[in-house]
């Protein structure tokens, strides 16, 4: 992948060490695990790790800065900026310029204007338009602001905790949240919020996930020649969307695989949609709603 002095977007807000609130910073074996709640218990369940931890602090049994595995807490969520964070930042920007430059062209040729969302570089915590932001949360995208969150210690996460480095693989889990973004343009995301309450939500949130994959592939599938991407990474991207799956991630928090309980799709179905959304480039191949739930 060929990223270095290509256009970077004018979207993205660098606010690392202007975090607001919550505990001390890190990306230890602690932030990884909330991150791993996250991904399968959602915010409720982020919430109750942190009660927990709270108390024990109150006891005085923990700190909460080592819950998050950073050390002592200082009471400030200020970090300087390193040389390799300080690049990560230059790369997303970059990808998040070469989402804006496909979709502009793909919401085009359907008649249709491509509003570009934001992108914010935090660390620790932050406010959104959807509650708190976490890094224990990973990447993800509000619709109430329509703006795509990120601290960059994920990365870190994804190569040492889910074994999937690689620039692309990176560059995969920022094309899928504005995969979600294209989503809330024309509809989709709303649709299944008010889903919410029903007792098959679940598999509507599955199908949302594996189309943002598919996104996330009509992504890459049209910005092959830009980036000079080959297929080691293609594989990133696969071994990332692998990784990620509800299936494995589900085995590594809890030892065992609950279908019901999944949100994201499985292993293979991320990897098979991400796959498809890459072969075939077009926004309108990518319906994961109108086939059978078990087809998937």
């Known amino acids: 992948m060929e990223w270095k ?9 660098d606010a690392r060490g202007q975090s607001s609130g919550g505990f001390g910073g890190g ?8 991150m791993t709640i996250g991904r ?9 790790a942190v009660v927990v931890g709270a108390v024990l602090w109150k006891m005085g049994i923990v700190d909460p800065g080592m819950l998050l595995g950073g050390g002592p807490s200082t009471g400030s969520s200020q970090r300087a900026s390193n040389p390799e964070d300080d690049e990560r930042v230059h790369f997303v920007k970059v990808v998040m310029g070469e989402t804006e430059d496909v979709w502009t062209a793909e919401f085009a040729r359907h008649g249709r204007k491509y509003e570009q969302p934001a992108m914010k570089v935090y660390t620790g915590q932050t406010r959104t ?3 708190t932001g976490s890094a224990a949360m990973g990447p993800f995208y509000c619709p109430g602001d329509q703006v795509v969150y990120i601290d960059l210690s994920f990365y870190d996460e994804l190569a040492k905790t889910f074994k999937s480095p690689g620039d692309f693989a ?4 920022v094309a899928h ?3 979600h973004h294209v989503q809330k343009l024309l509809g989709t995301s709303d649709k299944v919020a008010a ?7 679940n598999e509507y949130s599955v199908r949302l996930e594996l189309q943002a994959d598919y996104y996330a592939g009509v992504w890459a599938n049209h910005s092959k020649e830009d980036l000079k991407l080959d297929n080691s990474d293609i594989e990133e991207a696969m071994t990332a969307a692998n990784a990620i799956g509800d299936d494995m991630i589900q085995k590594q928090m809890q030892g065992r695989v609950t279908p019901k309980a999944f949100t994201h799709g499985t292993a293979a179905q991320r990897m ?3 796959k498809k959304g890459l072969d075939s480039g077009r926004i309108e191949d990518g319906d994961t709603f109108s086939m059978p739930y078990k087809d998937l």
């Open 170 to 173: 990176q560059a995969y889990v």
């Open 40 to 48: 399968i218990f959602g915010i409720k369940g982020i919430l109750a």
């Open 27 to 34: 990306g230890g074996g602690g932030l990884g695990l909330l």
């Open 5 to 13: 002095g290509r256009r970077e977007s004018g979207n993205v807000e």
């Open 177 to 179: 949240e504005v995969g």
């Open 272 to 274: 098979r949609w991400f």
């Open 195 to 201: 889903m919410q309450g029903r007792p098959d939500y």
């Open 129 to 131: 338009a959807c509650g």
